[in-house]
């Protein structure tokens, strides 16, 4: 073909026939079309098979590993939580205000919550879930971060969080300052402990410690709520407040001249506890991991209170009471899918 070809010029129209007939290429598969579908349809279907079976391993291995945590005691810890806030809620024990602590409940409510939903975003959640902090040996920064009941990993730890982590939350309740402090001054009282307790006050936590709560272990208190309509109200503005968790708390926190809380740690470093100062007088003094800070009126603090904490107001009676609002938001680093599954397993109790 190569010596008729390389002849320029010694073929004629009547030659084209022939010449496309030996220049043309296959364009068709050498296979029949139903054989190639065939075997495609085979690869694929081994294909999917093989993912399937992948799934059910890496399901069944997760499974056992929670299993295997809920057999050591799931997330356990001594009593602790709090020293300043909350009640005793349906199913805890220890520190008032906090989340259930039956033994292997976190295991077995994740894995209800990985059936219903996904274990995408779930690491750090599963990993809390079998390894969770134990009275004795538990993690945190020299022994002063020792959360009792729920420890999330890979979170950074500070005694006190930087303002811009909740930027938006902090301003709305310092600009709501004045609206919250009328609130209280409708609910107070003279805190003498020699009258009766007013309505929607809890009895005395501590000596001279009082609170009210708007919500208490993840539920609204209606009839707090409907006397502080102002607080009630930036509290539903909030964008991180824990409201639908047994770890979420808000309300005002009284503490008398002379009274203090000695130290302790709260129940999970996946919250962070924001402090509105509404009566700050002088002698008062909050130390968390060591740190010592003051509250001011109209300005917010944020604390990680899985570290240790001291609260004291040690100044004269006649500067009067210590006041704050106090109000429970996500920690800024736990992220929405894990915010979800952790709502779904510390949802207050019906």
Same mark, same amino acid.
């Given at each position: 073909m190569e010596d008729e070809l390389g002849a320029q010029g010694n073929w004629g129209q009547e030659d084209v026939p022939g010449l496309l007939a030996m220049v043309s290429l296959p364009i068709m598969p050498t296979w029949p079309l139903p054989l190639a579908s #065939?075997? &495609?349809?085979?690869?694929?279907?081994?294909?999917?098979?093989l993912f399937l079976w992948y799934c059910y391993r890496l399901g069944s291995q997760d499974m056992q590993a929670l299993g295997a945590g809920s057999q050591a005691g799931g997330v356990s810890g001594g009593p602790g939580g709090c020293s300043e806030f909350g009640k005793l809620s349906p199913g805890s024990s220890g520190e008032p205000g906090e989340g259930p602590r039956t033994e292997g409940l976190v295991s077995r409510r994740l894995r209800a919550y990985a059936r219903r939903y996904s274990w995408a975003g779930m690491g750090r959640v599963r990993r809390a879930a079998q390894g969770g902090p134990g009275p004795g040996g538990g993690p945190g920064v020299l022994g002063i971060q020792r959360p009792d009941l729920l420890f999330l990993p890979d979170l950074p730890s500070l005694p006190f969080v930087p303002r811009d982590a909740q930027r938006h939350d902090v301003e709305l309740l310092e600009s709501s300052f004045s609206a919250i402090l009328r609130?209280?001054?409708?609910?107070?009282?003279? &805190?003498?402990?020699?009258?009766? =307790?007013?309505?929607?006050?809890?009895? =005395?936590?501590?000596?001279?410690?009082? *609170?009210?709560?708007?919500? *208490?272990?993840?539920? +609204? *208190?209606?009839?707090?709520?409907?006397?502080?309509?102002?607080?009630?109200?930036? =509290?539903?503005?909030?964008?991180?407040?824990?409201?639908?968790?047994?770890?979420?708390?808000?309300? &005002? #926190?009284?503490? =008398?001249?002379?009274a203090r809380l000695e130290g302790r740690c709260g129940p999970t470093n996946a919250r962070v506890r924001c402090h509105l100062g509404l009566k700050i007088p002088p002698g008062c003094e909050l130390v968390v991991g060591g740190e010592p800070q003051c509250w001011a009126e109209g300005? +917010?603090?944020?604390?990680d209170d899985s570290f240790l904490h001291t609260v004291a107001h040690n100044g004269s009676p006649e500067d009067g009471p210590r006041v704050v609002f106090i109000v429970d938001l996500w920690h800024p680093n736990v992220a929405g899918a894990e915010r979800q599954a952790l709502d779904f397993v510390f949802a207050p109790d019906p």
């Open positions: #065939s075997a &495609f349809t085979l690869l694929l279907g081994a294909l999917t098979s609130d209280f001054g409708a609910v107070s009282w003279d &805190f003498s402990g020699t009258t009766p =307790l007013p309505r929607g006050w809890s009895p =005395l936590l501590a000596p001279g410690c009082y *609170q009210l709560l708007l919500y *208490q272990a993840g539920r +609204c *208190q209606p009839n707090n709520c409907r006397r502080c309509p102002r607080a009630y109200r930036a =509290l539903r503005g909030l964008r991180s407040f824990m409201s639908a968790n047994t770890f979420g708390n808000a309300g &005002f #926190s009284v503490l =008398l001249p002379g300005h +917010c603090l944020l604390v």
